[in-house]
């Protein structure tokens, strides 16, 4: 799995033409250290060192989290079901009302009833 996510890293990397330091400054790591993840051996890489990789070399943290083994198939749905959507939400810069509130509740819970056994 990890090998993967270093050929993955590399493959991201070279895409954008980046040089392992530069990857590594804006990540806060260094280039070594970049280096040994790229080759597979690190066993588990922080996932917060792998959110500033997938920053700097602009690939989806989720992706780096799935090839590292943090996540299975399920977990990366589930993950991916609650990443915010490019678009904004219909009730974005409105004020509701406390009873709409309630409502809006209500509604989510009988949402979850329905999908609990």
Known sequence: MLKKLGKAL????????MSLDAVAGQA?????YLHKL????VDSPSPRVLARIAAALDVPYLRLMELAGY?????????????SSPELHPLAGRQLTPDEWKTVGAFIEKLVSEREP
């Open 38 to 41: 790229e080759h597979g051996v």
């Open 28 to 32: 806060k790591i260094s280039g070594a």
């Open 71 to 83: 996540l299975d198939e399920a977990q990366l749905v589930e993950a991916r079901m609650r990443e």
């Open 10 to 17: 590399a493959a991201a990397r070279g895409k954008k033409a």
